[in-house]
């Protein structure tokens, strides 16, 4: 297979009809064929240029660690990201019942509740801007198709993105998904992308890859005396806010429904009297709405 990469995106050859396909598409146009229908993430993840430039980065970080006698700890730090560490989506707890009550529920990227305005309005003007150009930047049009969690160790997640979180079973997105290195937010800006596809190689993975992507940027975190404990702080951080959030980011591709959940926690802030009486508004207003639903639709 062929794959070329340019500033406006890439192309290889179909494995079954041989025409060129657009990295970007879904599919290929030509045959319709459905063998190799990796996403168009993957595909960009899996470009020679930015495989060969994670080898050499994570090679260095290896080097460095060795000469410095920190390699125990470093293989340690490698082999905990290889085996142990998990998908983990946050969001509002709100957004955890709709999909936990309903076998037919999707989960809602940004794109999708923006477009639904009754489940949220944009943000800010800059700031709704900022997500879009992020994800045409990074992923083309694939970008909104593509929802973000987070690489943990542990079961909790990005506490600025919600109170209830997700661990996702691997069965279920991993094929479909990428690691980038940090907040795609802060990649663009750090590199000061302002073309599609123009970011530097070498700063995304495949997710059976994430351990080299964490070795490459973790590496130099480590020292002789990092404890194993120490690993999960290490790798995500996050105190609630957005802005001073480190973590590494994966991105995947598609939607999720309630059986894509391996385990499920919530934050210790929901519980609380004033999240109860909020919980009961909404449950209320739900209902409310389900009735006027029913009332048009029969015209009683």
């Given amino acids: ?17 041989h025409n060129v396909r657009r990295g970007a598409d879904r599919f290929c146009y030509a045959c319709w064929h459905p063998r190799g229908l990796e996403t168009p993430t993957v595909r960009r993840a899996r470009l020679p240029n930015e495989r060969t430039a994670l080898e050499m980065r994570y090679k260095k970080a290896i080097e460095l660690a060795r000469e410095e006698g920190r390699d125990g700890v ?12 998990k998908a983990v989506v946050a969001m509002r707890f709100e957004h955890f019942e709709l999909l936990a ?4 529920a999707l989960f809602k990227n940004y794109y999708d509740l923006v477009d639904e305005e009754e489940e949220r309005t944009p943000a800010e003007p800059d700031d709704d801007a900022e997500r879009r150009i ?5 992923w083309g ?22 109170d209830t979180y997700l661990t996702l079973s691997e069965k279920c997105f991993a094929y479909r998904s990428v690691v ?16 599609p596809f123009s970011g530097p ?7 059976e890859d994430r351990h080299m992507l964490a070795v490459a940027k973790h ?13 999960r702080s290490i790798l995500l951080k996050s105190e609630g806010l957005r802005a001073t959030d480190e973590f590494m980011e994966i991105t995947i591709y598609g939607k999720f429904t309630r059986y894509s959940i391996e385990s499920k926690c919530f934050d210790d802030r929901i519980f609380t009297k004033a999240w109860e009486e909020n919980r009961i508004k909404r449950i209320r207003a739900l209902r409310r709405k389900a009735i006027e639903q029913q009332e048009e639709e029969t015209g009683t």
């Fill in 101 to 104: 009550n309903s076998e037919n």
């Fill in 74 to 85: 470093v293989s340690l730090f490698e082999r905990h990201i290889k085996e142990r560490t």
């Fill in 1 to 17: 297979m062929v794959n070329t990469a340019s500033a406006s995106g890439w192309s290889f050859e179909c494995e079954h009809c």
């Fill in 219 to 231: 590496g130099v975190d480590l020292r002789k005396d990092t404890r194993e404990t120490d690993f």
């Fill in 141 to 162: 049009r694939a970008g909104e198709e593509v929802f973000m969690a987070a690489l943990c160790l542990t079961p909790i997640g990005l506490r600025s993105y919600g």
């Fill in 134 to 138: 992020t994800d045409i930047l990074l």
């Fill in 201 to 207: 190689p070498g700063y995304l993975s495949i997710w």
């Fill in 180 to 195: 980038l290195e940090e907040n795609s937010f802060h990649f663009v800006k750090r590199h000061a992308i302002e073309k």
